[in-house]
């Protein structure tokens, strides 16, 4: 589903900006 894929994309982008920070 297209929806589930955007929800994985976000947690990613999520844990990416954690690592920045």
């Known amino acids: 589903d ?3 894929h955007e ?3 976000r ?3 999520e844990l ?3 690592e920045k920070l």
Do not use: G
């Open 2 to 4: 297209e929806k589930e």
């Open 7 to 9: 929800e994985h994309l």
């Open 11 to 13: 947690q990613i982008l």
């Open 16 to 18: 990416l900006k954690k």
